[in-house]
């Protein structure tokens, strides 16, 4: 961040008065800009005890099977961008959304939020952002060609609770990892 | 939004290529500048069957009460975050926090994330953003003096999972309010 998004002076840096950390200030118009994690909201999708992964079509992680998931939007609730995630990624209509986990990834300013939903139907095909999608039996998910490890993480709590047939609300720090080919998360 | 916070140049609003919705983009240097919901993270302090409350020192919403809760930070957990307001507002050390609830205030783009906290002592104070912090019997909560709708939503599902002992994860969407003082949350 360089200029002020209000009237285009040059930035620094500085802790406000009040405040405790730097933030980007504007000594023209005074603006304090604000950087702040951003939440990336999904499911699990999941039809006659078999969950639906979308394998990526764009990068980061090109060609690497993910669960439908994306930013929330201004405006929306976390229930409907999941919803709408699901519908981007994989044309599939979500309902019966349950609350499931949050997973902080703060090395990249992210949290993710995760449900747990039913496909409404078998209507599902790759959407824009996926080469194909394909419904797996939690015994042949493709752990080794996952996209990141905040999905690995997900659909290993959702194999758990499944031999317990019980689904707690989950909350888990995901820590940097050096290994998964270089990925960030 | 209107100049590019990397180059400086006017910004114009259109729908990137592969997008759905409009966003700020410079035309310089094509960055694409997007704005996304913010979290507000904070618990309800518990101790010997009372919640601990706290009279705003600052705007929106002076002299009125609320719970420890503030905007999450880069590089900071949701739980880390809720700690830290919890000390920032009340000088208080809360621990074993529990998840709670997520409310979604899409209007004005927030997600708010709380969980259930003990309070570790009875050592607690106003911090700098409080003009007395205080510990009330459910009974006595002041209802009308709440400084925002999500606050008073929170207290609601509390005192609720309280009389069956349950306290379950809760998901609410907040409505925009007219009353409450103008508040605009």
Redesign the interface.
């Known amino acids: ?8 002076e ?2 620094v840096v500085l802790v406000p008065p ?1 405040d405790d ?1 730097p933030r980007f200030v504007c000594n023209a118009c005074e603006t304090i ?7 990336v909201v999904g499911c699990v999708p999941e039809l006659d005890g078999r969950i639906l992964l979308c394998r990526r079509a764009i990068e980061p992680r090109f060609g690497k099977w993910t669960l439908p998931a994306g ?10 961008c999941a919803k709408r995630e699901a519908y981007e990624e994989a044309l599939a209509r979500v309902e019966n959304l349950k ?1 499931y986990a ?1 997973l ?1 990834i ?2 990249i ?1 992210q ?1 993710y ?1 995760i449900f747990r939903a039913q496909l409404a139907n078998d209507d599902y095909q790759a959407g ?1 952002e996926s080469l194909e999608v394909k419904l797996y039996r939690t015994d042949d998910i493709p752990w080794s060609e996952l996209a990141f490890p905040v999905i690995r993480e997900v659909l290993k709590l959702y194999c758990g609770d499944l031999v317990t047939g019980e689904f707690p ?1 989950h ?1 888990v ?1 995901i820590a940097p990892q050096t290994g998964m080919g270089g990925a960030h998360q």
Chains 1, 2 share one sequence.
Do not use: Q, W
């Open positions: 961040m360089n200029f002020c998004s209000n009237c285009g040059r930035l009040g950390r800009h604000y950087s702040n994690p951003k939440m930013y929330l939007e201004n405006g929306e609730t976390v229930a409907d609350s949050l902080n703060p090395f300013n949290v939020f824009n609300f909350m720090d």
